[in-house]
Each structure stands twice: as structure tokens, then as C-alpha cells.
Antibody, heavy 119, light 108 residues
Framework: QVQLQQSGPGLVKASETLSLTCSVS????????WSWIRQPPGKGLEWIGY???????NYNPSLKSRVSISIDASKNQFSLKLTSVTAADTAVYYC?????????????WGQGTLVTVSS | SYVLTQPPSVSVAPGKTARITCGGN??????VHWYQQRPGQAPVLVIY???DRPSGIPERFSGSNSGNAATLTISRVEAGDEADYFC???????????FGGGTKLTVL
């Protein structure tokens, strides 16, 4: 059973870069789409972007100028970078795998990382 | 952009049926997925492709989708069903993913 384990700092200073990594176990990162999703405190879910194992990416237009998702197949992990963060970027960040045959869904999800942007 | 509209909250007594709607322009032409999120936990898929249940999800959970609304139905509601529920679609035109604002289900 595929499991996703997230790592990265929970506190980032305003104007700096948020960096998170998602490590995949129980399966290969190859052949799948992988996404990052975030949830501001007490609010709904927002899709940030995806990466295909080949390296192809697609980002939410609202974040496109600041976001980068990369993949390291040799380590079976993928990463998120969000530059020039502000308080509005404070959220729980999740990594997720797209479905095997139904790429439009997310399953499973990582445990989530609360990232707080401090001034 | 594609907007999905959910009621902020739904309340139901134990043993009764809860219905959570997800409105969107011609949403019936899209595949809708539903996620359950308990407090402090990551979302879990409970319905995919409008009506299908992943393994391990009780038969009490069902879904439908037609016209401009999709519905998640939870029969014989239990206290453990109390959670936030989110609908989600993929827009094939933009190749982007969208979530509803979420509905908090309260079991009275």
C-alpha cells in the first residue's frame, strides 16, 4: 500500500521560500501523477500543482509565478518550492498521488504539514 | 476557473440520512469525487467517479451526479461520520483541479 511521508520546516519567514518534500513508500513514483494541495486554517482545499514522473508540470494559475514542483525518481520523492511567501501562504500543505487509472482523483494523501509564515 | 458550491453545514440526527450537495455549471458532465476530512487529519476518498466507493468505505456512503448538482448521501448516519466533506472535479479544458468549499456534517 502506497504511503506518503512529508517533511520540511513548519515555520518560514515572510519573503523567503517554502520548501517541502514528499517521500513515497510501498510503491514507485514512476508512472504516476503527484500533486500538492493546501488548506489555510479553517478553510477549504486549494490545488497547487502536479508533476508527472517524466517531469511534466502544471500549476494553479494563481500561484504559477511562485511555485515549482520537482521530482527525484532515484529517491522516490517529489518536492514543492513556493517563493516570496506571505501570511496568506500559511496553511496545511498536503502531497497526494493521483489515482492509478483515474488520474482525476487524489488517493492517498500525505499526513499534512502546517506551514506558518512569520513576519 | 470552475466554481463548486457546497453548503457550509449540514446537521442530521443519528440513524437518519444526510445529503450534501455540490453545485457546478453542468457538473453532470464531469466526474465528481468526494473526500471526508476528520479534524486534524488528511482527507480520505469516500466516493469516486460520482457513484463508486473505494474498498473499505461503508455501503452507507453513496453518490449521484446530474445536471448542475452532485450529491453525497450518507445513510444511517453515525457519530463517527461527523467530519468535513469536500467535492472535487478535474476540468479537462484547463487540466486543473477544483474543490468545493467543504461542508461540515454535524451529527446531533
Amino acid at each position: 500500500q502506497v504511503q506518503l511521508q512529508q517533511s520540511g520546516p513548519g515555520l518560514v519567514k515572510a519573503s523567503e521560500t517554502l520548501s517541502l518534500t514528499c517521500s513515497v513508500s510501498g510503491g514507485s513514483i514512476s508512472g504516476h501523477y503527484w500533486s500538492w494541495i493546501r488548506q489555510p486554517p479553517g478553510k477549504g482545499l486549494e490545488w497547487i500543482g502536479y508533476i508527472f514522473y517524466s517531469g511534466t508540470t502544471n500549476y494553479n494559475p494563481s500561484l504559477k509565478s511562485r511555485v515549482s514542483i520537482s521530482i527525484d525518481a532515484s529517491k522516490n520523492q517529489f518536492s514543492l518550492k513556493l517563493t516570496s511567501v506571505t501570511a496568506a501562504d500559511t496553511a496545511v500543505y498536503y502531497c497526494a498521488r493521483h489515482g492509478d487509472s483515474i488520474v482525476s482523483l487524489f488517493d492517498p494523501w500525505g499526513q499534512g504539514t502546517l506551514v506558518t509564515v512569520s513576519s | 476557473s470552475y466554481v463548486l458550491t457546497q453548503p457550509p453545514s449540514v446537521s442530521v440526527a443519528p440513524g437518519k440520512t444526510a445529503r450534501i450537495t455540490c453545485g457546478g455549471n453542468n457538473i453532470g458532465s464531469k466526474s465528481v469525487h468526494w473526500y471526508q476530512q476528520r479534524p486534524g487529519q488528511a482527507p480520505v476518498l469516500v466516493i469516486y467517479d460520482d457513484t463508486d466507493r473505494p474498498s473499505g468505505i461503508p455501503e452507507r456512503f453513496s453518490g449521484s451526479n446530474s445536471g448542475n448538482a452532485a450529491t453525497l448521501t450518507i445513510s444511517r448516519v453515525e457519530a463517527g461520520d461527523e467530519a468535513d466533506y469536500f467535492c472535487q472535479v478535474w476540468d479537462n479544458t484547463s487540466d486543473h483541479w477544483f474543490f468545493g468549499g467543504g461542508t461540515k456534517l454535524t451529527v446531533l
